[in-house]
């Protein structure tokens, strides 16, 4: 990326520092150069996770690559800057490199002010470096690829000597890893769950060293039992469940209220359909960590496997919910152009998706409009509890246990007004008046078709009283003394207000429903008239993701089968190569995730963990003789094989295949 200013951006980096939450934005490598006619000079630069920044003379080795690799003859590097994030010490690290040969390593504080780089620091950033390197990785669909334009990502282990530098870094600092943040999911960071220990866990379960995590943990919990927790869920994964158990057993007879053991517990007896024994433990759970929304959304999964739909839906109701933040994004100016150019292995024209970018313009305003698939952090995992508790009773049932378990609008107007409400009156979807009724048939609730044809209507849920206007005023039936004239006081008494957020989130799922109906419709409509149903490959994502959003999961493989007809898309195929793992054939994995990783490498990231976790996971459930003929039958171009067979070859060297 050529910069209009000179340092423009490195002074962006220093501006922002102040406001860093977390791990911190991605390492900036900035390189000056000059004009070989004149005395002109440009700033270039580009981000990148994944290289080792255990010291100085690495970071420089690795800007030393780029001076002297420089294709454009026309000019010549007379400097260059790599900065990485300490989230440790709120420092930014800096190595400047200038040619002739100088090196100069130091650290900016919040404030700006220039401090010296101790061993200390450089310990606290390469764990950083890792960190960041799988926070910010891509997952194969593209999505984080999009976010970040003109990032390079490295895998920052890649040998048994780096894993072990890797583990001595997290054990030495593990009890400050409070200090780094949490998932959005974590209200209050703490000892076992933070951005240290996730990142832990999800190498642990990418690479399938399970043995490495283990000795961690045990050594770590002798020093807080608390740690038990974490080894039990490696112990899991591991497929050690009597360790496990014992282990879970042990911790909680010494620490009965510790709500990470007590999740744990619960999810285990839940995966063995013992949900009786879950729902206890859950609650108690619930007790420990009332603030947690972990808490509180096993215990609605365990009622949802119980089938006790009203209180599944009481208990969301109860969720505290929290605001999403988002990871710390670079501060990028407004770069004077961008220069992206194509390596010469990644030139296919079968994975040539124009850009990493979509073209909104092709996409239906109806289709636009849909805004559960913006959902993240707490929001995301209550839309999809609720939508789990659909696909189980059906929408109608669902409003009519909605209408049952909190109080409606309507039935609090008259009981505010003192009327009597008819028995009768209770319509299946909670609507109770006239009003509702008109809403439910209105233009505004129907379902208008996406091609202009009309389909089947789709009751909308009507209006329920809200914490916020319940507590306005006097009007508050759960403070108010109950008026004994009123002979229907009793039931409504015992009703709940439902939340704002989670009203809200009826409509989105209506929403959701209104539209995949329409689709569905229109697709049987098309069949029988036997003709064409179009959609652009950005509509088809769309209603993929909305069928995966509503659990309907084979119409969401037809979709993204649609997408791919039309063009290459990496969420398309990754969705299609998540379900080949569920239900394919090894070959058809394999060719998803060469295509993939060739996508990868296009955009200049050369680690997905969700790819390599598929690669593993076929090595070991096939074979690493299998695996590798299945790559090399590949009738593919040599630069396209050579990029699998590389990621290949890692994770069957990680999985110890070679030694056997």
């Not at 505010?416 to 505004?444: F, I, L, W, Y």
Request: with cysteine; proline share 4%; glycine share 4%.
């Amino acid at each position: 990326l050529v910069e209009e200013d000179v340092l423009a951006v490195v002074e962006a980096r220093t501006e922002s520092l102040q406001s860093l939450r977390e791990l911190g934005p991605p390492d900036l490598v900035h390189l000056i150069r000059q004009s070989s006619k004149s005395s002109k000079q440009v700033g270039v630069f580009h981000h990148v996770t994944g290289v080792d920044a255990s010291s100085s003379a690495i970071l420089a080795a690795y800007v030393n690559t780029l001076i002297h690799s420089a294709q454009d003859r026309s000019h010549k590097v007379i400097s260059g800057l790599y900065c990485s994030y300490n989230a440790f010490s709120r420092l930014d690290m800096r190595v400047q490199v200038t040619i002739p040969g100088s090196v100069e390593s130091y650290c900016i504080d919040e404030r700006g002010d220039k401090k010296v780089a101790s061993d200390a620091l450089w310990l606290e950033t390469y764990l950083c470096s890792v960190l960041r390197a799988y926070s910010y990785a891509d997952e194969g669909n593209g999505d984080a690829v999009k976010k970040i334009i003109g990032c390079r990502r490295f895998n920052p282990i890649t040998s048994t000597e780096s894993e072990h530098r890797f583990m001595d870094a997290a054990e030495r600092l593990f009890f400050q890893g409070w200090s780094l943040g949490s998932d959005p999911e974590i209200q209050v960071p703490n000892l076992v769950s933070n951005h240290l220990t996730t990142g832990l866990l999800k190498y642990i379960s990418t690479t399938g060293r399970y043995t490495s995590g283990i000795n961690l943990f045990e050594k770590l919990r002798v020093r807080d039992p608390e740690i038990s927790s974490l080894l039990a869920q490696v112990f899991f994964a591991a497929d050690e469940e009597v360790k496990a158990v014992r282990l879970l057993h042990d911790a909680i007879q010494e620490l009965p209220m510790d709500y990470s053991l007590l999740d744990a517990q619960a999810n285990f007896c839940k995966s063995k359909g013992r949900n009786d024994l879950a729902l206890e433990i859950a609650k108690r759970s619930v007790v420990s960590a009332p603030s947690e929304f972990g808490t509180w959304s096993r215990l609605v999964e365990i009622y949802i496997a119980l089938e006790n739909w009203d209180l599944a839906l009481l208990t969301l109701n109860s969720c505290p919910m929290f605001t999403y933040q988002d990871k710390d994004a670079p501060r990028i100016p407004n770069p004077d152009r961008i220069q992206l150019p194509i390596m010469p292995e990644t030139q296919c024209d079968d994975i040539d998706d124009g850009s990493a970018h979509g073209d909104v313009d092709m996409i239906h305003p109806t289709l636009k409009k849909l805004v559960a698939g913006n959902f993240r952090g707490t929001f995301h995992k209550a839309y999809m509890l609720l939508a789990q508790i659909t696909r189980n009773i059906g929408w109608d049932k669902l409003l009519q246990i909605r209408s049952q378990v909190f109080v409606m609008e309507e039935e609090y107007r008259q009981d505010r007004q003192g009327v009597t409400r008819p028995e009768s009156s209770t319509q299946v979807n909670g609507n109770s008046s006239p009003k509702a009724e008109e809403d439910t048939a209105s233009p505004s609730a129907s379902t208008t078709a996406l091609n202009g044809t009309d389909s089947p209507p789709l009751s909308k849920p009507s209006q329920t009283i809200t914490t916020e206007t319940a507590h306005a005023g006097s009007d508050n039936p759960s403070t108010s003394d109950p008026d004994p004239q009123h002979e229907t006081y009793v039931s409504f008494r015992h009703k709940r207000l439902c939340e704002r957020w989670l009203d809200n989130l009826f409509m989105v799922l209506y929403e959701d429903l209104r539209v995949y109906t329409i689709w569905r419709s229109e697709m049987s409509q098309a069949k029988q008239q036997r003709q064409q149903y179009n959609k652009s490959a950005e509509e088809w994502e769309i209603l993929a993701d909305l069928a995966t959003r509503l659990q309907y999961h084979r119409e969401a493989v037809e979709a993204w089968q649609r997408c791919l007809s039309v063009k290459f898309s990496p969420r398309a195929l990754t969705g299609l190569m998540h379900a080949w793992e569920k239900d394919g054939t090894a070959r058809d994995i394999v060719g998803a995730v060469i295509r993939l990783i060739c996508w990868q490498f296009r955009w200049y990231s050369e680690f997905s963990p969700g790819l390599y976790k598929t690669v593993r996971r076929l090595i070991e459930e096939e074979g690493a003789v299998k695996v590798g003929s299945l790559i090399q039958s590949t009738s593919l171009p040599p630069q396209r094989s050579g990029a699998m067979e590389a990621t290949y070859e890692a994770q069957k060297d990680q999985n110890g295949f070679l030694e056997q």
